[in-house]
């Protein structure tokens, strides 16, 4: 257990809404993810952290936006969710130094009407 | 930049058999990372295998190894003795900055028939 959680686990919002995703780690790493998962794409890359305040686009960031006020909290923001955001998201954390070893929260279900 | 591609959409095993799953990599990047996750229906993430670009030995863990072959481009993941509880999609996965940036692919549907 990587000791990582992600609240909700499932969420119905509607389109325009802001939507708040929480990833929350009991175990101080520095380097955080969000990712996405739809059907055919395997997960993209959203946002990452590398430290308190310091985050990093990825691939898929539009419309996304993060914070990290503290070591164990990565928050993903939808600032108005549309239905194209309908997805898994998935929160990790990166262990160690040498394998680069990510290991992923269980996910939340968002699905925008 | 990073490009994995895995041209399996979907493999199918009987029990006990061997199975490998292909994946090509391209990448600019010197040093860089393999891997390998396993997504039940379940839905978690697990982590199978890692094969770091300049480990001179295949990675193996358990079932599981690594088919490294580098000149190649390629990372494929050999299962041995499947099981039932093997059915499942298959991620290879590169990594090769220092922020540990993950490049997906799109994925394998393993079929373990009995």
């Known amino acids: 257990d990587a000791g990582i959680t992600q609240s909700p686990r499932h969420k119905v919002t509607e389109t325009g809404t802001p939507v708040t995703l929480r990833c929350h780690q009991t175990e101080n790493h520095r380097y955080m993810y969000w990712y996405r998962q739809d059907p055919g794409h395997g997960l993209r890359l959203i946002h990452y952290?590398?430290?308190?305040?310091?985050?990093d686009k990825g691939e898929v960031s539009d419309g996304y936006s993060v914070s990290r006020s503290k070591t164990e909290d990565f928050l993903l923001t939808l600032e108005s969710a549309t239905s194209s955001q309908t997805s898994v998201y998935f929160c990790a954390i990166r262990f160690g130094t040498e394998q680069e070893t990510q290991y992923f929260g269980p996910g939340t279900r968002l699905l925008v009407l | 930049a990073q490009k994995i591609t895995q041209t399996q959409p979907g493999m199918f095993v009987q029990e006990k058999e061997a199975v490998t799953l292909d994946c090509t990599y391209d990448t600019s990047d010197p040093s860089y990372g393999l891997f390998w996750y396993k997504q039940p229906s379940s839905g978690e993430m697990i982590f199978l295998i890692y094969?770091?670009?300049?480990?001179?030995q295949n990675a193996t863990e358990g079932r599981y190894s690594l088919n490294f072959q580098k000149a190649r481009k390629s990372a494929n993941l050999v299962i041995s003795a499947s099981q039932l509880g093997d059915s499942a999609m298959y991620f290879c996965l590169a990594g090769g900055t220092s922020y540990g940036k993950l490049t997906f692919g799109q994925g394998t549907i393993l079929t373990v028939h009995p």
């Open positions: 094969q770091g670009s300049y480990d001179q």
């Open positions: 952290s590398y430290g308190v305040k310091d985050t």
